[in-house]
């Protein structure tokens, strides 16, 4: 079974401008969870999707956005860049809606960007 | 915050095993205990993850105590590869992961 995925794996951006990252979950899975990852702040909890509503949501300012697809796939959404955003993105998918006991999640390898 | 703490870092000698201890104190009656780790700019992979009884699969075991308040993840063989840092979380009933430092493993050869 394929694992998650994450596209692009790499990325440069400017401040002020807006980027979209993408997360392809395991087949099956219908919850998708996005995580920042910051040497400073460590793996912070950005907002979870299940079954195309986002079911829960981090201390992240609203330029930080999220959408999931009747396919699973998701996307998040970062608008007017800050240099503060620069992080790795990752996203983790499970079967069940994170949160309930007993439902692990699984990574992908993340994205990293870079905001110059 | 996250509801774990776990030592910022431990050694370990290739071919033993590591042990690698979690305090959870404050956990609930249906909360799991998860571990993860995260090899250097990878995504985290999953380890393991257990209730009440002591769990084991092909990468690891999990000792929890019977009182619930701490952990203890065992690599029986550790190799360089396991290098990593190791992850204890304690899901919070209807939130999502929450991560702690977590503590970096060295396996020195």
């Known amino acids: 079974k394929a694992g998650v995925t994450q596209t692009p794996r790499y990325l440069i951006k400017t401040r002020g401008q807006q980027v979209t990252l993408s997360c392809s979950p395991i087949?099956?899975?219908?919850?998708v969870s996005w995580y920042q990852q910051t040497p400073g702040q460590g793996l912070q909890f950005l907002f979870e999707?299940?079954?195309?509503?986002?079911?829960n949501k981090g201390n992240f300012p609203g330029r930080f956005s999220g959408r999931q697809f009747s396919n699973s796939r998701s996307e998040m959404n970062v608008s007017t860049l800050e240099l503060g955003d620069s992080a790795l993105y990752l996203c983790?998918?499970?079967?069940?809606?994170?949160?309930?006991?007993?439902?692990?999640?699984?990574f992908g390898p993340g994205t990293r960007l870079t905001v110059l | 915050d996250a509801k774990t703490t776990q030592p910022p870092s431990m050694d370990c000698a290739e071919g033993r095993a590591a042990n690698l201890p979690c305090n959870h104190s404050?956990?609930?009656?249906?909360?799991?205990v998860y571990w993860y780790r995260q090899i250097h700019s990878q995504g985290p992979q999953y380890i393991i993850h257990?209730?009440?009884n002591n769990e084991t699969n092909e990468m690891a075991s999990l000792i929890i105590t019977e009182d619930r308040k701490s952990s203890t993840l065992i690599l029986p063989h550790a190799t360089l590869r396991d290098t990593a840092v190791y992850y204890c979380?304690?899901?919070?009933?209807?939130?999502?992961?929450?991560f702690g430092p977590g503590t970096r493993l060295s396996v020195l050869p």
């Open positions: 983790a998918s499970s079967f069940r809606l994170a949160g309930l006991a007993e439902n692990e999640q699984f």
């Open positions: 087949s099956g899975h219908r919850s």
């Open positions: 999707y299940f079954s195309e509503t986002q079911r």
């Open positions: 404050t956990i609930s009656g249906n909360e799991y």
């Open positions: 257990g209730l009440k």
């Open positions: 979380i304690v899901n919070n009933y209807g939130q999502n992961f929450v």
